[in-house]
Nanobody, 122 residues
């Protein structure tokens, strides 16, 4: 089992920055990738960023150049640095991890955090 706990969300004005953290514990040694999803009420979760065990990264087009995903070497913590925030980035951000599954599809994620709310005001 893997436990994920997010932190760092909050209220910020457009153009501001936030840094989200996802603390992982449990059987983290076998994680193959972690990612950040976001969700707004009434909409499906959307994948925002991914980091793999080989340190490859991927970003949703709308956040490229503004968000940066990173991790420590042991998967203890994954970060999402969010700069130049826009009101449309407002959402609950959820950390996701995959061991046998995949983070590329919400249905394939093995473990989820409970989420942290990011609100960007105009």
């Amino acid at each position: 089992q893997v436990q994920l706990v997010e932190s760092g969300g909050g209220l910020v004005q457009a153009g501001g920055s936030l840094r989200l953290s996802c603390a992982a514990s449990g059987s983290i040694f076998s994680i193959n990738a972690m990612g950040w999803y976001r969700q707004v009420p009434g909409k499906q979760r959307e994948l925002v960023a991914v980091v793999t065990s080989g340190d490859s990264t991927w970003y949703k087009d709308s956040v490229k150049g503004r968000f940066t995903i990173s991790r420590d070497n042991a998967w203890n913590t994954v970060y999402l640095q969010m700069n130049s925030l826009k009101p449309e980035d407002t959402a609950t951000y959820l950390c996701a991890a995959a061991r046998l599954g995949t983070v590329w599809s919400a249905s394939g994620v093995d473990y989820w955090g409970k989420g942290t709310l990011v609100t960007v005001t105009s």
